[in-house]
């Protein structure tokens, strides 16, 4: 029976392109259900590259209830509260030790978990008194101490992870095996979310109302139906995916 090998060339590029859409769209609920469960695209256990400072001699903690105080040389002790930091994650690493933002998860002593996004250039010139308005200091207590008490908890929290978040709308590698399709609403409802880019925030996919087979259908109506067409089409699709191709058949 005679084959056209026009014909099986359009079926055969058909049907590579439905597979490049199916993955893409297992990729994208994979991707999604991991921002949602609050991971990271590249978090890992990490202490803060910087010098761990002391614990100023003059503070004490009650460790049962993580209640902080000063004594001073004349034996007079200073409140100063309770706060516990439960995570500690650096957003965007640098090589040189640096980053973007520090994110602070505390709790005050009751159920509640309070949040903390401080800029780079704030935490280690210590200004991050200010990030830390749920923390009631007793009133005899002034600024500097706490301030030194913050820095040293954050320094040294047992709970330190770094994040790095893309730079870029669309299909992104954080590591050879990894890729993930970025857009606003994969970080919709994250606690650090002045962290992300403007413009990765304002970027959103449009809504698809239509199943696979007709976004398909449309799809081989636009084609030309040109073989010539068809396979330069399908070669140029292949060639963009290319480099996300060793992550995607991992």
Not at 51 to 56: A, C, D, L, T, V
Not at 88 to 105: M, Q, R
Request: proline share 6%; hydrophobic share 35%; aromatic share 12%.
């Amino acid at each position: 029976m005679f084959t056209n090998p026009i014909h099986n060339l359009e079926l055969e590029n058909f049907r590579m392109q439905q597979a490049n859409f199916q993955m893409q769209q297992m990729l994208n609920a994979v991707m999604q259900e991991n921002y949602r469960l609050g991971t990271a695209l590249q978090a890992s256990n990490m202490a803060l590259q910087m010098p761990k400072p002391q614990m100023p001699r003059s503070i004490e903690v009650d460790l049962s209830t993580n209640y902080y105080c000063s004594r001073e040389r004349s034996g007079r002790i200073v409140p100063i509260g309770i706060i516990s930091i439960k995570e500690v994650i650096a957003i965007n690493p640098h090589n040189d030790g640096t980053f973007d933002f520090i994110y602070v998860e505390y709790n005050t002593g009751g159920t509640e978990t309070y949040t903390a996004t401080i800029p780079y250039d704030d935490f280690v010139s210590k200004r991050i008194v200010k990030y830390f308005p749920k923390f009631q200091k007793h009133i005899d207590c002034p600024d500097s101490l706490l301030r030194d008490l913050l820095y040293y908890l954050v320094m040294n929290a047992a709970n330190q992870k770094a994040l790095t978040i893309p730079q870029h709308i669309g299909w992104c590698m954080s590591d050879p095996d990894t890729v993930n399709y970025i857009t606003g609403a994969n970080y919709d409802g994250i606690p650090y979310i002045r962290c992300i880019p403007e413009h990765i925030l304002n970027h959103r996919l449009h809504p698809n109302t239509r199943n696979r087979k007709q976004i398909w259908e449309d799809y081989v109506r636009l084609v030309p139906q040109n073989w010539k067409t068809t396979f330069l089409l399908g070669f140029r699709i292949t060639c963009l995916l290319l480099s996300l191709y060793s992550a995607f058949f991992k």
